[in-house]
């Protein structure tokens, strides 16, 4: 026994039980303490009270690994994970914004004395705490992959953000993203632009000897300022802002990134603008409509946050990452949303964008009901809903990362395309095959009708792909 790693305490989730039983065996050895689990849902449940060290998952589940790590995020519990599988890595699906590490071991690296491997992820853990409680920006589409590879130019600079696109997007999430990667001491201010109303001030010079603090009397968050860090203001709903005070912000936009000795303590610290807004100004010319000067001082750095109906690929791990939010928050129990309802949800046009899936998500934690599912959202005329599920289930498929494409490209004269791509044309085989053998909990006959496939042709294809029977009882 390790008698550094005696009071080690390891969560170990597998499906299969001789997984589990191998395990438990193997990282016993250290010394430690394993606590094994089968079911999601009471993973999810012990997970806080048991506060590991590490988790471990034995999973070729995209969407199971990302559920796990969701929980541990959402649970603020500082364990790293690694996932133990032969088709995932660490780097396609660890989420940027993550309060925990992630990382992937191949079933052959972790042979003998696996929990040594192990172990040192913990020893690698950082103290640092400061994503804890971040919100987390969910999804892997175009759009919001180019937000994601945007976030840190972003953050650290100190130019006028506009954030643009529909109600419920997600804007002041993205806003609060952007100051959270800035200073980490920055304080964050955030101001209701349709909840402001500015009475009739008269500039005096009594306060700073200026008229930058009587420009935002009553509205602006001047006394922060007086607490030496710097200050970052989301002005939430720019374009619903009253017109008599448009021309304040505007005057507080000039003056405050170029204060100068006279209008206010030289030793005021920095202070940037992020504004959001529903609406296009250059398309609008409607009385009212923000002013252009005050656009244009605006829009410096203009983002668009998509619709939810532009990346429906995304559905299913907002879904997710929904339900693990709300029962955390809620104090329920974790629930897994059934594959009907999740295609249904997918298949949905979605007006209210992320506001509204998180409405639905919450009344399914909150009343364990999803049948209202079936009757609310229905599959569009003549789409089927097998279609929609592999639709849906290709965009959250383990294909090639760009690693691989690199590593195969001077191989292609060698083997040739044709059988490069088949491997990975094998690879998606497999994967709807696992869909079809979870979705029937490994029935292989009702799989094989699911597929379309004889029972024999389904039987030689889980031997060509070594995929063992194994009950899922989630």
Not at 33 to 54: G, M, Q, R, Y
Request: hydrophobic share 40%; aromatic share 8%; with cysteine.
């Amino acid at each position: 026994m390790d008698k550094g790693t005696e009071n080690t305490s390891l969560v170990v989730f597998s499906t299969s039980a001789r997984e589990r039983e191998l395990l438990r065996y193997s990282l016993a050895e250290g010394g430690a303490k394993v606590f094994c689990f089968e079911n999601e849902a009471i993973f999810f449940d012990n997970l806080e009270s048991i506060h590991p060290d590490i988790v471990i998952a034995r999973t070729d589940s995209r969407i199971t690994a990302c559920r796990l790590i969701f929980a541990v995020h959402t649970l603020n519990v500082n364990s790293p994970v690694v996932i133990l599988s032969d088709m995932l890595k660490a780097e396609n699906i660890a989420f940027q914004g993550l309060s925990v590490a992630v990382h992937d071991m191949s079933l052959t690296d972790f042979g003998e004395k696996g929990y040594e491997k192990i172990f040192k992820y913990k020893i690698d853990v950082s103290n640092d705490d400061k994503s804890f409680g971040q919100p987390l920006l969910v999804g892997e589409s175009e759009s919001i992959l180019k937000i994601k590879r945007e976030l840190p130019y972003l953050s650290e600079s100190k130019e006028t953000i506009l954030i643009k696109g529909e109600k419920g997007t997600g804007k002041e999430l993205l806003g609060r993203l952007i100051a959270i990667g800035g200073s980490s001491e920055q304080i964050f201010v955030k101001i209701n632009c349709a909840d402001l109303s500015a009475p009739e001030i008269s500039f005096n010079h009594t306060l700073y000897k200026s008229p930058l603090y009587t420009a935002g009397q009553g509205w602006f968050p001047h006394e922060y300022l007086q607490m030496g860090l710097p200050v970052c203001v989301l002005l939430d709903g720019v374009d619903r802002l009253p017109v008599n005070i448009q021309s304040q912000l505007l005057f507080l936009l000039e003056e405050y990134p170029n204060r100068s000795e006279g209008l206010i303590d030289n030793n005021t610290p920095a202070i940037r603008f992020i504004a959001t807004s529903e609406n296009n100004f250059e398309t609008a010319s409607d009385p009212g409509d923000i002013r252009k000067d005050l656009f244009y001082r605006l829009n410096v750095i203009p983002v668009e946050m998509p619709r939810l109906r532009e990346r429906k690929e995304d559905i299913p791990l907002l879904i997710d990452y929904f339900i693990t939010d709300i029962c955390v928050q809620k104090k329920k129990s974790y629930q897994i949303i059934t594959s009907d309802a999740r295609e249904r949800m997918c298949a949905h046009h979605w007006p209210g964008n992320l506001d509204e899936l998180r409405g639905i998500v919450q009344r399914i934690a909150m009343t364990r009901d999803e049948s209202f599912i079936h009757s609310l959202y229905k599959y569009p005329k003549g789409e089927n809903s097998l279609l929609v599920s592999l639709d849906h289930m290709f965009n959250a498929a383990v294909l090639m990362d760009f690693k691989e494409i690199k590593r195969f490209l001077p191989e292609v004269n060698r083997y040739g395309l044709k059988s490069i791509s088949d491997r990975f044309i094998a690879r998606i085989e497999k994967k709807i095959l696992q869909k079809a053998l979870e979705s029937t909990n490994w029935n292989r006959k009702k799989a094989a009708e699911i597929m379309g496939i004889s029972y024999k042709s389904m039987l030689n294809k889980m031997k060509d792909y070594d995929m063992k029977v194994r009950l899922n009882i989630l």
